[in-house]
């Protein structure tokens, strides 16, 4: 197996299929920023993923700004902290008292935050947005780049004060929030179970 380069400058050649068992979320970066070059062609790859009646229904925020993130990572958990959070209830939340505390920052030190955003195109609007996700992790990590989807931000990015802050049509939905930047460590292994086949004729 090819392993990613440490930087994006460099690139090491690798399948589809190396990509696919191999990325892993990463949730510890270092202060290196990724580039804009570099960035453009990973936007570039997420718009060839597939998409319904050939809508592209997608847009994307790029965030770099550090202090705005930071602020954002607050809102998120002023959201949970109050219960006002829907995709995330205090209730049956294990890791609500985790996410809350003091020191938590929702975006792991990463340095680069792209939101993936939807118009309200159709019924497959959301399919295609993590569609989109999905090429933009694989492209990220076959250019030595870490990455993870931040769901715990959903629900502070459609606030109208963040859709305004972030340049987000109020008739647009924020689906995708992944961070990117340059793993701190490596991420081990995580083990997957056997697909459930309901039937195969």
Not at 23 to 44: E, F, H, M, N
Not at 127 to 148: K, P, T
Request: hydrophobic letters at 45%.
């Amino acid at each position: 197996m090819n392993r990613p380069p440490k930087n994006a400058q460099t690139v090491v050649p690798m399948t589809v299929t190396e990509a696919i068992y191999h990325r892993r979320s990463i949730r510890d970066y270092t202060p290196q920023k990724i580039d804009r070059a570099t960035l453009g062609k990973l936007v570039d790859a997420a718009v060839q993923a597939p998409t319904a009646m050939h809508e592209e229904a997608w847009a994307f925020v790029v965030v770099q700004d550090k202090l705005l993130m930071n602020r954002l990572s607050d809102k998120a958990k002023e959201l949970l902290t109050h219960g006002t959070d829907p995709i995330h209830p205090v209730h049956g939340n294990a890791a609500h008292g985790h996410f809350t505390t003091p020191g938590f920052n929702a975006f792991y030190n990463a340095e680069t935050l792209i939101v993936i955003c939807g118009r309200p195109m159709g019924p497959f609007v959301v399919s295609d947005c993590w569609l989109a996700a999905e090429n933009l992790m694989l492209a990220a990590y076959a250019n030595g780049i870490g990455s993870c989807v931040i769901g715990l931000v959903v629900t502070a990015l459609n606030t109208p004060e963040w859709k305004k802050e972030l340049a987000i049509p109020s008739g647009m939905t924020a689906f995708a929030p992944i961070i990117l930047g340059f793993a701190a460590g490596v991420a081990p292994p995580v083990p997957r179970k056997e697909p459930e086949i309901l039937i195969w004729k």
